[in-house]
């Protein structure tokens, strides 16, 4: 049985080449990307800069936009929630 969770080494290599090159020359990153072809390596340099620039978008973002949403409508109290249904006397 294969291991769906092992990345491929080309993948990862690829991958953070684009993170590290998106990081330190954002120019060279942009244009690398509109290479087309089908190599595993050039579609980890792909997601590895799409990471960085999702990472720099979300350190602008505000705070309350920072947030995993999904985590806070978890917790949050139902409405009816400490209320009787019938009121008291």
Known sequence: MEDNNKVEPDYLKGFNEGYVIAQSVPDLAEQLVKVQTDSQRMA?????????VTERMREHLPSWLKADRSIKE???PSKSKDRDIEPEK
Do not use: L, T
């Open 44 to 52: 980890g340099f792909k997601a590895g800069r799409d990471q960085y």
């Open 74 to 76: 978890q917790e949050s």
